[in-house]
């Protein structure tokens, strides 16, 4: 008989807070045994990674397709696994390079010395990755952490229990658990791992939660990198065919079903060019999806929560107004698979719910402007967004918007792609995040950029010391301090 009082629950979830303390104290002391490898370790560290992705594609889509019902494994391999497969490769390829010490000038004043930055590994990188692309935004930045040197814990949402039961088994075939070790499970399990005392940590979500994140990672100090989201904006010129954007735009609003935090949100057209729109997209959606509820690559929404959050905001501008085009040609019930049909809205109100929120799903809201500055005050009295789209193939005018505005990245005539470019930095900007990483950015953003002086044995400051009236101070004054 059992005489222990304490709920089992409660003491598995204390045995999981302990076994987190654990593993940060196994990869700080691993850390400790080599903290400056060189770039053969990492590269070889890198390589590990490689194979296993390629190994567990299969199984990762799989995985994935079962945490969100059905996600179009076309997806999961283009959008996340080729992704991640040409980081690796193009920090390999750059690795040697970013190390190499950066000489820094030295003052007349105190010489003779040397200069330079040292790109040190930080230590033990935390990640926080959410359930839209668990792969991606779990592997990605540990690409960047393991090129900068470091070791790193990877948290993966809840909402992702397949995927990470299969991460962990192939990151454990990999690597130590005091090199990459992965984290599942939630409640107390995320709320102890983002207080964990990381060297830095790697947040990916919505912006409610990154205030928690970073409230909690204060109380040690932790720095955390903030990759948010927020409602990312298009402004269409009136000179652009609209053909080319419907189509670029159905192509980055249905891609995982609008569950992309750089997806465009919502969409500013030139008054009179709606309806023109309104076709054009449709006919591209008919063309990619023709059916949806059998569709495979068709992707569901994750959950039942969220399924509901988006049927409100339609509700909510239904009520106020709003018409509504779902592109359902079959009228096929969708309800029992979790699918919401891309859906276009017009006569929309910004105090509409699916403008106060960022929308996260297939629902593509419609304005129409008159002046391109009407569209530029709306977009900056409102939270600074993740990607701002405008489409317009004149390069001045382009410009003009750019240099007016703030978003974590301005793209003109793309939307989406930017985030799986190696050389990008990816990161937001005020409300939608802090921090950078991919391209060089990741390798830096995950490094401590350390001074470094050195002096020979001559002491030349003895020259300078008090008392402060010889010749050398007047010159000084006279030539230094003008």
């Known amino acids: 008989m059992n005489h222990d009082s304490t709920p089992s629950i409660m003491r598995d979830s204390s045995a999981e807070v ?6 940060l104290a196994l990869q700080k002391a691993a850390y400790q045994r080599e903290p400056m490898p060189s770039a053969k370790v990492r590269m070889e560290r890198l ?18 397709n079962q945490d ?37 000038h030295i ?4 010489q003779p010395a040397k200069g330079w930055v040292q790109y040190q590994p930080l230590g033990v990188i935390g990640i926080m990755a959410p359930w839209n692309y668990p792969l991606l935004l ?16 990877l948290k993966i949402s809840s909402a992702s229990a397949q995927f990470g039961q299969i991460l962990a088994q192939a990151l454990a075939e990999a690597f130590s658990e005091h090199e990459v070790a992965v984290v599942n499970g939630g409640g107390i399990i995320s709320d102890t791992f983002c207080r964990l005392a990381f060297d830095k940590m790697v947040f990916t979500g919505s912006t409610t939660v990154g205030k928690t994140v970073m409230a909690a990672a204060a109380e040690n100090l932790v720095p955390v990198i903030l990759e948010l989201g927020g409602k990312s904006p298009v402004i269409v010129h009136p000179s652009m065919p609209i053909q080319d954007v419907a189509q670029r735009i159905a192509v980055g609003k249905l891609w995982n079903a609008g569950q992309t935090c750089v997806a465009p949100d919502y969409i500013f057209l030139p008054r009179g060019k709606t309806d023109e729109f309104i076709a054009t997209f449709k006919a591209f959606a008919l063309e990619m999806y023709p059916q949806l509820a059998e569709n495979q690559d068709y992707t569901s929404i994750v959950n039942d929560k969220q399924y509901q959050r988006l049927q409100g905001y339609l509700e909510d501008a239904r009520q106020q107004g709003a018409q509504i085009l779902s592109i359902n040609p079959h009228e096929e019930d969708l309800i029992a698979v979790r699918k919401i049909a891309p859906t276009l809205v017009t006569q929309v109100l910004p105090e509409m719910a699916l403008m106060q929120n960022e929308i996260f799903g297939p629902i593509l809201p419609i304005m129409e402007y008159d002046q391109i500055d009407e569209v530029i005050e709306f977009i900056n009295q409102r939270p600074r967004p993740l990607a701002l789209y405008y489409f317009d193939y004149d390069a001045t005018r382009a410009d003009y918007v750019a240099q007016r505005t703030h978003s974590g990245h301005f793209g003109q005539n793309s939307v989406l792609t930017h985030v799986a470019q190696d050389d990008l930095p990816f990161g ?6 802090m921090g950078k990483y991919h391209g060089p950015e990741g390798f830096f953003s995950l490094s401590h950029e350390r001074s470094m002086m050195s002096k020979p044995k ?5 020259f300078i010391l008090p008392p402060f009236n ?5 010159l000084i004054s006279k030539w230094l301090l003008q």
């Open 68 to 104: 969100y019902g059905n996600r179009s494994v076309g997806e999961t391999k283009i959008g996340e696994l080729l992704t991640c497969l040409e980081h690796i490769q193009y920090y390999s390829k750059h690795l040697r390079g970013w190390m190499r010490p950066s000489k820094r």
């Open 428 to 433: 937001g900007v005020g409300a939608s995040g």
């Open 107 to 110: 003052s007349l004043l105190h």
């Open 470 to 474: 010889k010749p050398l101070h007047k």
């Open 458 to 462: 001559l002491y030349s400051l003895k």
């Open 138 to 153: 779990s592997i990605g930045p540990l690409i960047c952490a393991l090129a900068a040197g470091n070791h790193a814990m």
């Open 18 to 23: 302990q076994r987190l303390h654990h593993l």
């Open 47 to 64: 390589d590990r990674l490689k194979r296993v992705l390629i190994k567990y594609q299969d199984q990762f889509a799989a995985a994935i």
